[in-house]
C-alpha cells in the first residue's frame, strides 16, 4: 500500500497550475495503474481512472471528482531584468512578498517574489497590502539573461517545499486540492480488498481553479449515474471561527446545499455516523465553489455529492491540512462506494422523507 504522505508530498512538489497539469498528472497516473482496470487522459487533460464493478450487464457508475490542477501566476512582462506577473486562478497577494517560485521559461529559474521599498510605491498603496501589480519576479540574472530565457505567457509555480508539521499535519502549495487526490488514492486502495456493484470513476480533473472545464467536459463524456466532489473546505484559524469553518482533525465535511442532492447527503451522514467517523456538516447556501457545479448540471443533471476535506490558509503557498483528515475520507468514499447497490439509483429521490 502507498504511503499517502509520501505520495502527497511530491505531488505538492511539482507545478501543474490550471491548464498545464501534466507535471501533476504524471505522478497520479503512475500511482492509480495499478489500482484500475483502464486509465486515461480526455481532451481537456482530465484523468479518467476506471474500476470495475461486479454487477452484471450494464452497471450504473459513480464518478469521484478531485481537481489536480493549481494557482499560480503567468509572466506579463520582462522590464530591466525584472518579471511583472499576473495571477492564474486566485492567488492571495497579500503572502506573496518573499515567496520562493519557479518561473518556467526556457529552462525552469528559481526566483522570488519581491517587491519595491515601500517610499517607491504608491502613494496609492498607503499601508495596505502590496497588490499583484506592483510585486516582481526576481530570478538573480542579468537582464540580458532573462530577457533571452523568460518570455511573455511563461509560468511561474510556488516553490515552497512541504513541511511535515507536529499534530500529523502538512504544510505546503496546491494542497487545495491534491490533498482530495491523495484521499481519492486512498479509496481506491481500499477498494482492492472490497467488492462493489457499481463501476467506478476516479477523475483528477483540470482547470477547475479557473473555468471548470474538466469537471463539465469530463462527466458529459463519462455520463455517470451519480458524481462526488471532493474538494478542500476552510478550516478554522486566526480571525476565521464561524459557522463556515471547520476544525482541522475534524473529519471530513459533508456539504448540504443547492449543488447537493440531500438523498446523498443523507446517505453519506447516515455512513459517517455508522463509522463513528467523526464529520462536520458543511452549509454552503449558494454556489458550492467547487467542481459539483459543473457535475450537477451535466447533461439532464447528475445526482452530486460535495464533501471538503478541511485546510487552512487557502491559496497561498503554506497551506495546512491534517493527513488523518484525508485518510478518513478516503475511507468514507470507499465504503460508499462498495455500499452501492445495484438499485440504489432508482431510490434517488427529492421526497423529504
Request: charged fraction near 20%.
Amino acid at each position: 500500500m502507498t504511503d499517502t504522505l509520501v505520495f502527497l508530498k511530491s505531488l505538492i512538489s511539482v507545478a501543474g497550475l490550471s491548464g498545464f497539469e501534466d507535471p501533476a498528472a504524471r505522478l497520479i497516473e503512475a500511482e492509480w495503474q495499478p489500482l484500475v482496470h483502464e486509465i486515461s487522459r480526455s481532451r481537456l487533460g482530465s484523468l479518467h481512472a476506471l474500476r470495475r464493478g461486479t454487477a452484471p450487464g450494464t452497471r450504473p457508475s459513480v464518478l469521484i471528482a478531485t481537481h489536480m490542477d493549481a494557482i499560480g501566476m503567468m509572466v506579463t512582462q520582462v522590464v530591466d531584468g525584472f518579471i511583472r506577473f499576473t495571477s492564474v486562478g486566485g492567488v492571495d497577494a497579500r503572502v506573496l512578498p518573499g515567496t520562493p517560485v519557479t518561473v518556467h521559461g526556457t529552462q525552469d529559474l528559481p526566483g522570488v517574489v519581491v517587491m519595491p521599498s515601500a517610499q517607491l510605491l504608491p502613494p496609492s498603496v498607503g499601508e495596505a497590502p502590496v497588490p499583484l501589480d506592483q510585486l516582481w519576479v526576481d530570478v538573480g540574472l542579468l537582464p540580458r539573461q532573462v530577457t533571452a530565457g523568460v518570455r511573455v505567457g511563461d509560468l511561474i509555480s510556488f516553490a515552497t517545499d512541504p513541511v511535515e508539521l507536529s499534530g500529523n499535519g502538512v504544510s505546503g502549495h496546491s494542497l487545495d486540492n491534491r490533498a482530495s487526490v491523495a484521499a481519492l488514492t486512498v479509496a481506491l486502495e481500499e477498494l482492492q480488498g472490497k467488492t462493489h456493484a457499481w463501476d467506478v470513476w476516479a477523475v483528477a480533473t483540470s482547470q477547475e481553479e479557473v473555468t471548470l472545464g474538466g469537471a463539465a467536459t469530463s462527466v458529459f463524456e463519462l455520463n455517470p449515474t451519480l458524481a462526488v466532489v471532493v474538494d478542500v473546505t476552510f478550516a478554522k484559524g486566526p480571525g476565521a471561527s464561524d459557522w463556515s469553518t471547520h476544525a482541522l482533525g475534524s473529519g471530513p465535511s459533508l456539504g448540504l446545499g443547492p449543488n447537493v442532492h440531500p438523498y446523498l447527503h443523507k446517505k453519506f451522514k447516515e455512513l459517517a455516523e455508522k463509522l463513528e467517523m467523526p464529520h462536520d456538516v458543511d452549509p454552503i447556501p449558494r454556489h458550492s465553489g467547487t467542481d459539483g457545479y459543473a457535475t450537477q448540471v451535466a447533461r439532464v443533471g447528475i445526482p452530486t455529492m460535495v464533501i471538503g476535506i478541511p485546510l487552512r490558509y487557502m491559496h497561498t503557498p503554506v497551506e495546512i491540512i491534517i493527513m488523518k483528515d484525508i485518510r478518513r475520507t478516503g475511507r468514507l468514499l470507499a465504503e460508499f462506494i462498495a455500499g452501492l447497490e445495484p438499485d440504489f439509483a432508482s431510490r434517488i429521490t427529492w421526497d423529504d422523507d
